[in-house]
């Protein structure tokens, strides 16, 4: 029962902080906002007994990857969003369309998916069995990881250096 | 306890909401933000399904999917910056360069 209302009350401030996401205008309450979202699920990975990916959600998402987002909107000082009117027909049809959709959806995944219920900390999801799935049978793709993250700070560094002055011939 | 199909309906939602800013936002940086989003109910699911057939393979792969947004977050970043400085805006309808 307890597990219930965790989820549901942090499940709802996740929800309202994709919404507020959408709402404001200006990005750095977008981006807030989406620090309370990532938050919050950690707070449902712990309740799913994934303890070790709560805390990798704070620390990298909401920590690392948020600070990086915040310090871009500091750094290019981005004001307010200009609205621009989309059209008229996708209104129309969209909103209604997506609320079918959505409802017919969660319809379906609550009353026919037959699944049992999730236990809390069903999962021995403690940071040595995690290693050792990720040192043994996964080690291929995390070392590929590895190089990903180098060549993605290469790309950084490269992408977002000042381009130096052309140099005029014969000068240097 | 909480069924499996709860959690799914909450990372739908999340997922839809992203596709939703990524669609409606016109600011370059609530874009990107909103891609992360859309991995964060990616990666709920992924947890939910992974609790329920106690397999830890799931939780491994949310940390791929956190590497891959990390690395994706820097270059994306870089990438803002660098529109940014050739073309003073981060109002994606005044970057069309490419459009006909």
Known sequence: MLHLILFSVFGLVCVAGAINLLVQSHPINSALSLIVVMGSLAVEYLLLGAEFVAAVQVIVYAGAIMVLFVFVIMLLNAGEEERTKGSRVSLLIGIPGMIIGSVLMAWVLITHSGTHAVEAGALPGAPGEIAQLLFHEFLLPFEVTSILVLIAIMGAVVLAARPEPLQPEGKS | ?100
């Not at chain 2, 997922?15 to 016109?26: D, E, N, Y």
């Not at chain 2, 990107?32 to 799931?58: D, K, P, R, T, Y």
């Not at chain 2, 977050?73 to 940014?84: D, E, H, P, S, W």
Request: proline share 1%; hydrophobic share 60%.
């Open chain 2, 1 to 100: 306890m909480v069924p499996l199909s709860y959690y799914l309906v909450l990372s739908g939602i999340l997922f839809a909401c992203g596709v939703t800013g990524f669609l409606i936002k016109r600011n370059i940086i609530t874009i990107f933000m909103s891609i992360e989003l859309m991995l964060n109910g990616v990666n709920l699911s992924f947890v939910a399904f992974a609790a329920q057939w106690h397999q830890l393979s799931g939780q491994v792969f949310v940390f791929f999917v956190m590497v891959v947004a990390a690395a994706e977050a820097t270059v994306g970043l870089a990438i803002i910056i660098a529109v940014f400085r050739t073309r003073e805006t981060l109002n994606v309808d005044q970057v069309n360069l490419l459009k006909l």
